[in-house]
């Protein structure tokens, strides 16, 4: 039927459309079950309604049958789409004709984007079920997924009917994209390398779960307010959230504090066990990870921390109303924020309880789901793997072996084998402030068994290696899981490694610094097979094929298919066209229309023209000192300096450049926030000067996110990656930029190194020190004095003038420099720097050439897949093979 048109539903360009409601034909399509006559089994329908049949209450074969006959795939032409979305939007969302609005016209397309998604959910987790393949269980404290509409319309090949559905309803599906919130589920590279990870094993069918923590407010959601960083809370989930499913009859209970008793068992042998303290439960949500090109479906299960006792009447009849919902608060705190501050000891055990109340109830699930199986423990390796992203997960170490050995009544050497044979551990930083401690004192409080436990496998492991080398205290001293002085300290990578088969760095300069330096006495005990690298990748669906879709069918259309998205090697193919003029000049035509893009987004949200024939130079990451975006910022002043100095004939022959940055420093970290206010200070002057001609431009954009990245990543002709050579242990925004065509100006760190020797040296701007120079010169700074470049020292001298606002308030940053010693080595680098600032802006002058680089780089980026990545972790750690879903 037709109805009248809706005022609320127009085009993107605003001009009103008349929305078309077919006539609703709903069948029993919508329905999925899973059976399982021996025990719990999780099923998913699309309403959010998790089904269960026990073997109390098994379905006859009849019954089954009936019902599967009417499990017919939802159709995916374009009439069938639209009645789907008019159903979700009167059932699912209770909206008319009348309260129709973008948001709820996405609400409605997602739900019924889910439904499709939901059969190969489902199909993945009954084939699972059914076979009992081993499986991996990915934990991070971070997934950083970013939208999910637009990756599942890709996955799933039904975009192109999707707008065309979308269109005749009135709506726009790219507005619609817009009104999707970014899950805030994580901050930086950690999470974002985690959520690469579970779509490349979702898409090469590798049996994967991701297991997390569900947080309500992310990280925070940064303002900028007067140039400073302002932190307010992120409401992601405000509105319904249409990509996870609660689980509500999926709990367990995580206990806190209380005390250890020593009891005899059955068997007359003595136990230890933890009692007493306090509890909450753990309630998981399930997030669906489609594969691309594939009916298989991973899983990311999130955990949101509930009370046991939601209210307490007796308070609440007594007048303490307070203490009636106290329960409830306390528990809910632990998944409120990603990374609660922990500049104060409330803090710290608050993220101590986080990381605990994650692992807690990630191995009760990966334990209910083995037992299942009815395996016995001996197997457990055999069907479980492990992998731990970073030090946040490490407790599981401790846990696994409480519950072999208190509950499950395990000899101490049995389960200790089956431990060390079930984890591997991802090291991601050389940074010892980076690397995780808990004081002795706040773990006996919090976690008193787990504290005897690691006192255990500390001592135990300690005896063994003085075995080897004895008398040899020092070596003992320094690996011991145990850090002596007041407090003690629990080394949590020492843990991790003691408790893993093996342990990877990510990119192979980090992995031959940790073998060196951070682990080099474990190296003594274990011999160096233990350590690997396992240089990290990206997911080429989500930062080419989606992220720039002009790109994309550029190249699908030269290459004569799309099977790069999947096999990125083939990229190479690219190469031979690089010095094609005709292709140089649609290459050139599609980074315009991205910087285009950019500065549309720039001047509509933020009120600054930046010009996309400029060179747009970018450095978007999480803000910390090691980054160096203070070295960039400076560098910015410096390049405005000498523009000043310049005649206006002059300054018009220079190469226009655009500065963009963007991330977020941590609520504590007061030196990267003053940082933040450098870059804002400097570019309110600049932006407002126009004796330069708008030949420099400063963007800070805040609140950087997945879904910015997908904006600001393909319109980058140059990214910075310039941490002090020896401290990035990766970097993944790297590999999105050059994946895009855009060219790094970096140091020799991380994986920038690699990236040279893939797409060429000539492609590259390196500079700066390298890392085995690094503590030379630290230690001839700290007892020798420092020498402060000339530049550098022009550009403080201007700061401290006042020429960017009050001095005073950059007085701590400059002293980072001077009385703190330079750690970062900022002064060391800089001429070097500003030197390969000059390289850049001359061969900028020559498009052709700087065109022909673009296309090699983006040629040379096959290695830097993530797909390549999760398949080395499958063969060299997990011991997993592809389990192939079929229809």
Known sequence: MTVAPATAATSSTGRPRRLSMPKLTRRLTNVVIHVDNDANVETVTPNSVPLRATKHEQLSEPTLQTWKK???????????????????????????????????????????????????????????????????????????????????????????????????????????????????????GLGRLAACYMDSAAT??????????????????????????????DYWLNFDNPWEFPRADIRYEVRFH???????????ETRMTWEGGDKVQAMAYDVPIPGFDTKGCGNIRLWSSKPLNTFDFDSFNAGDYERSVAEQTAAQ?????????????????????????????????????FKRA?????????????????????????????????????????????????????NHTVLPEALECWSVPMMEKILPRHMQIIYDINLF??????????????????????????????????????????????????????????????????????????????????????????????????????????????????????????????WAAVKYKNKERLAFWIKANMGITVNPDALFDIQVKRIHEYKRQYMNILSVIYRYQSLKKMSAEDISQQVPRVVIFGGKAAPGYYIAKLVIKLINSAAQVINNDKSIQDMLKVVFIPDYNVSLAEIIVPASDISQHISTAGTEASGTSNMKFVLNGGLILGTVDGA??????????????????????????????????????????????????????????????????????????????????????????????????????????TAGMGFFSSDRAVCEYADKIWKLKPFKVEA
């Open 752 to 857: 920038n190194i690699e990236i040279g020797e893939q797409i060429g040296a000539e492609n590259i701007f390196m500079f700066g020190v390298l890392s085995d120079e690094v503590e030379d010169i630290r230690h001839n700074q700290k007892y020798h004095g420092l020498f402060m470049d000339p530049s550098l020292q022009v550009v403080i001298d201007s700061i401290q003038a006042g020429q960017f606002g009050d001095p005073s308030i950059f007085g701590p940053l400059i002293n980072t420099l001077t009385y703190g010693g330079d750690y970062y080595l900022i002064s060391v680098d800089f001429k070097s720097y500003l030197q390969k600032h000059t390289e850049v802006d001359e061969t900028y002058r020559d498009k052709k050439s700087w065109v022909k680089k673009s296309i090699m780089c």
């Open 70 to 188: 009417h499990i017919v795939p939802e159709k995916n032409d374009p009439a069938s789409i639209e009645s789907d979305i008019v159903h979700h939007t009167i059932t699912t969302l209770c909206r008319g004709v009348y309260n129709l609005d973008k948001l709820a016209m996405y609400q409605a397309t997602a739900h019924s984007v889910r439904d499709r998604l939901l059969e190969d959910w489902n199909l993945t987790q009954e084939a699972l079920h059914r076979e009992n393949p081993k499986r991996c269980y990915y934990m991070s404290m971070e997934f950083l997924i970013g939208r999910a509409l637009d990756n599942a319309l890709h996955c799933l090949h039904v975009k192109k009917n999707y707008n065309q559905s979308v269109d005749n309803l009135g709506f726009s599906l790219e507005d619609l994209l817009c009104e999707e919130k970014d899950a805030a589920l994580g901050n930086g």
């Open 461 to 586: 492991f300690l005896q063994k290696v003085e075995k080897v080398f004895v008398g040899d205290r020092d070596l003992l001293k320094r690996i011991s899981i145990i850090e002596e002085g007041s407090p003690q300290q629990v080394r949590m990578a020492f843990l991790a490694v003691v408790g893993s088969h093996t342990v990877n760095g990510v990119a192979a300069l980090h992995s031959d610094l940790i073998r060196k330096h951070l682990f080099n006495d474990f190296i003594k005990y274990y011999g160096p097979d233990k350590f690997i690298n396992i240089t990290n990748g990206i997911t080429p669906r989500r930062w080419l094929y989606q992220a720039n879709p002009d790109l994309r069918d550029l190249i699908t259309t030269t290459l004569g298919s799309e099977d790069w998205a999947t096999k990125l090697d083939l990229l190479k193919g690219l190469k031979k066209f690089a010095d094609d003029t005709k292709f140089q000049s649609q």
């Open 258 to 268: 209380g005390y250890v008793a020593t009891k005899i068992n059955e068997k007359g």
């Open 333 to 369: 705190n632990l998944t409120s924020v990603l990374y609660p501050n922990d500049n104060h000891l409330v803090g710290k055990e608050l993220r101590l309880k986080q990381e605990y109340f994650f692992v807690s109830a990630s191995l009760q699930d990966i334990i209910h789901r």
């Open 374 to 426: 009815k395996c016995p423990w001996k197997d457990f390796p055999d069907k479980v793997a492990v992998q731990m992203n970073d030090t946040h997960p490490t407790l599981a170490v401790p846990e696994l072996q409480r519950i072999l050995v208190d509950i499950e009544g395990l000899e101490w050497d049995d389960a200790w084998d089956i431990v060390t044979r079930t984890f591997a551990f991802t």
């Open 204 to 233: 090469q069918d590798y049996p994967t779960w991701g297991y997390g923590l569900r947080y309500q407010y992310g990280i925070f959601k940064q303002m900028i307010k007067d140039g400073y960083q302002t932190e307010m809370p």
